[in-house]
């Protein structure tokens, strides 16, 4: 997937923010599950992801290229 959510994971390292406390917050373990794994998630949860983090989304993801070029 060239999308990563490896911002997101650094950013939640820094802020002291676990998993848990998102799904108190009402994110899906299955989103969450999702996210760990960098598979794609909606917008509409990325909106909320930043509100929940007070954040832009460029802080959450990073785009990392087609792995698939020849």
């Not at 990563?4 to 299955?30: E, V």
């Amino acid at each position: 997937m060239p999308i990563s959510f490896n911002p997101m994971r650094l950013y939640m390292g820094k802020h002291n923010i676990s998993y848990y406390y998102l799904a108190n917050q009402g994110i899906d373990a299955r989103t969450l599950q999702r996210i760990r794994h960098d598979r794609p998630i909606t917008t509409e949860t990325l909106g909320k992801l930043c509100k929940i983090l007070n954040c832009q989304p460029g802080e959450l993801i990073e785009y990392l290229g087609d792995t698939n070029e020849s």
